[in-house]
Antibody, heavy 115, light 108 residues
Framework: QEQLQESGPGLVKPSETLSLTCTLS????????WSWIRQPPGKGLELIGY???????SYNPSLNSRVTMSIDTSKNQFSLKLSSVTAADTAVYYC?????????WGRGTLVTVSS | EIVLTQSPGTLSLSPGEGATLSCRAS???????LAWYQQRPGQAPRLLMF???DRAPGIPDRFSGSASGIVFTLTISRLEPEDFAVYYC?????????FGQGTKLEIK
């Protein structure tokens, strides 16, 4: 059964870059889209963007200038970088399989932006 | 972008009752591109429905979905204790793909 696991720092300073990695187990990154979604504490869901196995990306325009996604199929990992973070970027970040719709979700990791 | 407005914000019902959740799109949206997710407290969301009315694998048949124009409905018959959660709709017909703000289904 496919499982996704997010990893990365739980605390990031304002103006720095948030970096997260998602590792897929029990499957392959080939032939699918892989998404990042975030959820501020007590709030709703926001799709950050997605990447496919060929590294083709699509980002939410609201975050477009600050987001970079990458993929390493040899390691079964894909990654998210979000630059110039502020407190408003504090959220649980989920990696997931699919975008239309999202079919498998990771458990999520809380990233807090604070000095 | 397409804005999805879910109603009600909170729905208070008892186990065994039926629930009707609504999701209204701000513009025309094909019924093929609407999904519903369930999020239990402290858990990640999980896919319930896609294409408005197709159940994801493992989802019981007490969950059903429908569409009428720009209004999409998730119906849960005979509520079980594990159904009390937050439900989100998502459109994936037009980028950026967007979510509704959620409906909390709570035990009365």
């Amino acid at each position: 059964q496919e499982q996704l696991q997010e990893s990365g720092p739980g605390l990031v300073k304002p103006s720095e870059t948030l970096s997260l990695t998602c590792t897929l187990s029990g499957g392959s990154l080939s032939h699918y889209y892989w998404s990042w979604i975030r959820q501020p504490p007590g709030k709703g869901l926001e799709l950050i963007g997605y990447i496919d196995y060929s590294a083709s990306t699509s980002y939410n325009p609201s975050l477009n200038s600050r987001v970079t996604m990458s993929i390493d199929t040899s390691k079964n990992q894909f990654s998210l970088k979000l630059s110039s973070v502020t407190a408003a970027d504090t959220a649980v970040y989920y990696c997931a399989k699919g975008s239309r719709p999202i079919v498998v979700w990771g458990r999520g990791t809380l990233v807090t932006v604070s000095s | 972008e397409i804005v999805l407005t879910q109603s009600p914000g909170t729905l208070s019902l008892s186990p065994g009752e039926g629930a009707t959740l609504s999701c209204r799109a701000s513009q025309s949206l094909s019924s093929s591109f609407l999904a519903w997710y369930q999020q239990r407290p402290g858990q990640a969301p999980r896919l319930l429905m896609f294409g408005s009315s197709d159940r994801a694998p493992g989802i019981p048949d007490r969950f059903s979905g429908s569409a009428s124009g720009i209004v999409f409905t998730l119906t849960i018959s005979r509520l079980e204790p594990e159904d009390f959660a937050v439900y989100y709709c998502q459109q994936y017909g037009r980028s950026p793909y967007t979510f509704g703000q959620g409906t909390k289904l709570e035990i009365k």
